[in-house]
């Protein structure tokens, strides 16, 4: 599967993006899909995954009750909704896709086989 992400860009803190991430050369149908984000200077970190089958979603402490990851089944697209922006929130973002969901997993990036080339989240007032 190739990766696809966009959504990107400039936002005041406390503002709202939504990123897409879309997936193309194969259906989502069993996939686990993530997204990590990485700022200068620091290791990728993980976000949020959602287990495309079900529904399931995990997030990092970080972004729970600000951000929100769901799927658009049709559109073969993941989206992350992201509110309540901060300045550590401040990173370029990729999507990941596993095909199977790993239980007890899918917040590390080498749980996932398939990377997006990133979009770059710029949150400054």
């Known amino acids: 599967v190739q990766l696809q992400a966009s959504g990107g860009g400039l936002v005041q803190p406390g503002g709202s993006l939504r990123l897409s991430c879309v997936g193309s050369?194969?259906?989502?149908?069993?996939?686990?899909i993530g997204w990590f984000r990485q700022a200068p200077g620091k290791e990728r970190e993980f976000v949020a995954a959602i287990r495309w089958s079900t529904g399931a979603t995990l997030y990092a402490d970080s972004v729970k009750g600000r951000f929100t990851i769901s799927r658009e089944r049709a559109k073969n697209t993941a989206h992350l909704q992201m509110n309540g922006l901060k300045a550590e929130d401040m990173a370029v973002y990729y999507c990941?896709?596993?095909?199977?969901?790993?239980?007890?997993?899918?917040?590390?990036?080498?749980?996932?086989?398939?990377w997006g080339q990133g979009t770059l989240v710029t949150v400054s007032s």
């Open positions: 990941a896709a596993r095909p199977r969901w790993l239980v007890g997993g899918m917040t590390e990036a080498p749980d996932y086989d398939y």
């Open positions: 050369g194969d259906t989502f149908g069993n996939y686990g």
